[in-house]
């Protein structure tokens, strides 16, 4: 029987959550070390837990290939997998350093909260499951 939808899609997430506080403590860790840029976890793509239209997802994540045009102007691949360089930060430092010790913690803030909703959703789809199968009381 396959996971419903609702708990694989939270599992994603908490997965997910984990990664982004790892990468953000790396992130807290390097605050001093010159050069170093801070980096953020790619959101994950839920498409695989929509109906599937013809046996693609109705969604998916666009994908930019760099072309020798953009390269000359400057532009640089993406880092490869989840982890990218994160475009949001405050400020940079004059060693070339932009990590903010306050954009980290709001974001350590962000994903304590956002563990906590999925918990809380896990617990109560759990609890509706016991119930439906009649061992809830």
Known sequence: MPTPSLLAGIGLSMKHLSERQRVIAQNIANSETPGFKAREVNEPNFSDLLPQDGGKPSVARPRVALTSGMTALGARQPMTG?????????????DGNNVALEDQLL??????????TMTSLYRKQMGLLKSAIGRGQ
């Open 107 to 116: 974001k350590m803030g962000e994903i304590q909260a956002d563990f906590a």
């Open 82 to 94: 989840n982890i990218v360089l994160d475009t949001a930060t405050s400020e940079t430092k004059p």
